[in-house]
């Protein structure tokens, strides 16, 4: 199994000519409400493309609790560790404009609830899973228990910090692959990050690797992403489509990208990075976030396309 330690929400979305400027109004083209939050969409990911998840969370007592519980068992996503608290569940409100860039204000709450005790519970699935995965949208101490109890069992770790936030030296050293994108690898690092200098970047993430971290991979939006392990980098290029909503790419990405790594023991991560990054092009060509993530292909068939 796959174990996602993350983040549930109900996002509700519009659709924008132009993003409004501070103190702007503008007049939304359509509204949508749909099922969301980093750690719903990666382990949706995973789910279609055939993986076995875990889910480890926390929704309110409210309708929107009841929808994404619904959610999880329609999706046949294990929620036995998804538990509901004394919080509004989750909500995002995103702002698309017509190029698919946007914009995204997040109300953590249930997800805000969820602590070691949790982790503590959970330990066992955890240290069956082959992967548990993260997001930073859940409090920082259960996603440290969770990896410590993960690298103690001889599995392998995945962290997406997102949305970007420090990262304690404690969660590094028992990460195994740091997923950030383009903003959140500068905030992390202090300084502006030039991808195509691959002799830099060595340099700025050598102190992440001593730490114990073996890959770095940048998601770079239409650039593709790089694949950087202590020595050596690569690029690997995105697949040319136009983009009507990049929401959710980042999670289809590390979903397809852990599932791959879940399926089988991997030689070369740019062969995964390659289809992670197909199927991410599928989800930038069709609207909304969780919805927009494909149901119509194994992990195999995505691997011909
Ligand atoms: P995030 O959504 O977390 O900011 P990115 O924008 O870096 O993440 O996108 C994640 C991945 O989705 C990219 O590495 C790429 O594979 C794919 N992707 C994103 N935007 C595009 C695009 N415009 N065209 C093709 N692929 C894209």
Redesign the pocket.
């Known amino acids: 199994k796959i174990c996602v330690l993350g983040s549930m929400n109900v996002d509700t979305s519009m659709l924008v000519s132009t993003l409004p400027e501070i103190g702007e109004t503008v007049a939304g083209r359509s509204v949508a409400t749909s099922a969301g939050g980093k750690g719903l969409n990666q382990a949706v990911a995973m789910k279609r493309l055939g993986s076995q998840v875990s889910f480890i969370g926390a929704l309110g007592a409210d309708k929107n609790g009841e929808l994404l519980r619904d959610l999880l068992i329609e999706e046949d996503i294990d929620n036995q560790f998804v538990k509901v608290v004394d919080k509004m569940t989750g909500q995002a409100w995103i702002t698309i404009q017509e190029n698919?860039k946007n914009t995204i204000v997040t109300y953590a709450g249930a997800n805000s609830a969820i602590d070691v005790a949790d982790i503590d519970q959970a330990k066992a699935v955890i240290e069956a899973a082959a992967v548990t995965v993260a997001q930073f949208e859940v409090p920082m101490a259960a996603i440290i228990a969770a990896f410590n109890y993960a690298k103690k069992a001889g599995r392998l770790t995945v962290l997406n910090p997102?949305p970007s936030k420090e990262i304690p030296k404690e969660l590094l050293q028992v990460t195994d692959i740091l997923v950030p994108?383009?903003?959140e690898i500068e905030e992390l690092l202090g300084e502006a990050f030039d991808y195509a200098d691959y002799e830099q970047v060595q340099k700025q993430l050598r102190p992440l690797f001593d730490m114990g971290v073996q890959y770095i991979i940048v998601?770079?939006?239409?650039?593709?992403?790089l694949v950087c392990e202590s020595g050596k980098c690569a690029q690997v290029a995105?697949?040319?489509?136009k983009?009507v909503d990049?929401?959710?790419?980042?999670?289809?990405?590390i979903g397809a990208l852990v599932s791959q790594i879940y399926e089988q023991p991997f030689d070369s991560l740019t062969d995964i990075v390659r289809t992670?990054?197909y199927f991410?092009?599928l989800?930038?060509q069709r609207p909304g976030a969780y919805s927009s993530i494909p149901n119509e292909y194994s992990l195999a068939e995505i691997k011909k396309l």
């Open positions: 698919g997102a994108n383009e903003t998601t770079l939006g239409e650039e593709g992403v995105a697949f040319p489509v983009a990049t929401t959710a790419a980042g999670d289809s990405f992670a990054n991410a092009s989800v930038v």
